[in-house]
């Protein structure tokens, strides 16, 4: 008998072998593949520009298929990375088994499966995004006998030819429901085929932008997933942001996770949410409170801010997203449910009130306000982010934060319960670390902050360097001051960001 749990799973593999994607086999898949009658497996992995690669294989018998799912292929190393020089360049691409999903898009019925990168030596690769994510999960596990969960809020607008039916004024949209939402189905459809691809979706609904221009308009719209483990987090997060572009190309339409589309006009975020996690229980509550745990967390995140702009703000236009009144953070500060804070709590479901049993006088249903849902919201990313670096980072800075004696001071004194960007309140901002401008500055402050995020081997210098190097690049450390008031300039370099990672 399937477990109702599993037979209810979206994602075609799970619910056909009755048992879980973290246990699938070789054998599972190979199994599967005849079952299912499947032509073609794809290779997916992520390249230095943060978007998924593909590699095709026609299956043509089941040695052949044993031998790609059991040794992986050759890929040129030096096209996908900046990094990897040309004379050395070839690396083996190896399948996870765990991240295995029938492609939603195939004509030719096909699974997909993420890879990792190896060296010729046949070891990871210490400069791959996954290989790094997963080091520095380890270290903070080996630190803290504890695991890091997180998940994103995926924000994306859609482009298209204006409609004049049914408007809706502008910055006005959030949670806005058909017709005045006018993709609503497309983000529908989009959820499906990302569950499907073994995405664990909260909700999703149309966020504040909408945009109307002369001949195109632009409506915002956010999918949040669950909180899972790190290294699966981040690929569900990349998958994601495919599959919302391959729908988008489907219906001739285009998906843009830049932070800024027009300046004045709400920006797109990637806010990422994270609890950590002992034998299944979330250590971000005591009681009816915050922990330690959580707090100490909150100062490593703050400790290490600026510097995780360096992988979760990589472009020039995220820093016409992170300015006053936009609810983006500009300040190093945290608090409770506070949107003008780099760090907020959100609502935890902690307490004892009753609501659904007051929403259902009829039914004998009760809460259950265990304060497991409690995560604490790091504001700063955006869709231009690494995701696999950046929640990397995130966990240097947990593991930082957990080990620092000073952390629970350091969280009292960059708290606040005012919204900073109020006239009255100008003082507490002015006393509060600022973000970086630029990616100039984000650059200077990872270099400065190294140390961190190479302790235990899990950045490597090449990697440091190398993103501060590309950042730098961007040469905009006075770019604010430079496109002041030149809107035809700003919306360039806007346009020639809007395909980022």
Known sequence: MKDPNIAMNPNQIVSHLNKPSQDFTKADLMKFIQDKEIKMV???YIGGDGKLKTLNFVISSQKHLDRILSTGERVDGSSLFPYVDAGSSDLYVIPRFTSAYVNPFAEIPTID???????????????APENILKNAHNSLKESTGMILEAMGELEYYV??????????????GYQESAPFSKWENFRAEAMHAIAQTGGKIKYGHSEVGDISGEDTEMEQHEIEFHPVPLEEAADQL???????????????VMVSYAPKIIVGHAGSGLHIHTKMVKDGKNMMV??????????????????????????????PVSYLRLVPHQEAPTNVCWGDRN????????????????????????????????????TVEFRAPDGSADIYLLLAGLAVAARDGME???????????????????????????RLP??????????????????VFEKNGVFTKVVIDGIAKQLKEYKDKDLSERLYRKTAEIQQLVNKFLHCS
């Open 42 to 44: 794809n290779f997916r």
């Open 113 to 127: 499966l993420l890879c990792s990168y190896y060296t010729s030596e046949g070891e990871p690769l210490p400069s």
């Open 159 to 172: 482009f298209f030819d204006r409609q004049h039916l049914y408007p809706v004024m502008a910055q006005k």
């Open 238 to 252: 990349v998958i994601a942001k495919w599959v919302l572009r391959m729908i988008g190309y489907k219906y001739g």
């Open 286 to 315: 005591e009681g009816s409170k915050l922990s330690e745990t959580a707090r100490k967390v909150i100062a490593g995140y703050l400790k290490h801010a600026q510097s995780l702009t360096a992988f979760g703000n990589t472009i």
């Open 339 to 374: 949107r003008s804070t780099l760090v907020r709590v959100p609502l935890g479901w902690l307490g004892d009130k009753n609501m659904i049993g007051d929403a259902n006088p009829q039914d004998t249903v009760k809460s259950e306000l265990s304060g497991e849902g409690q």
């Open 404 to 430: 620092s004696a000073d952390s629970l001071k350091a969280a009292d004194d960059l708290y606040v319960d005012v919204n900073i960007f109020a006239d009255e309140h100008k003082d507490i901002q002015k």
């Open 434 to 451: 600022k973000l970086p401008a630029s990616c100039w500055e984000s650059a200077e402050c990872l270099l400065k902050d190294r140390e």
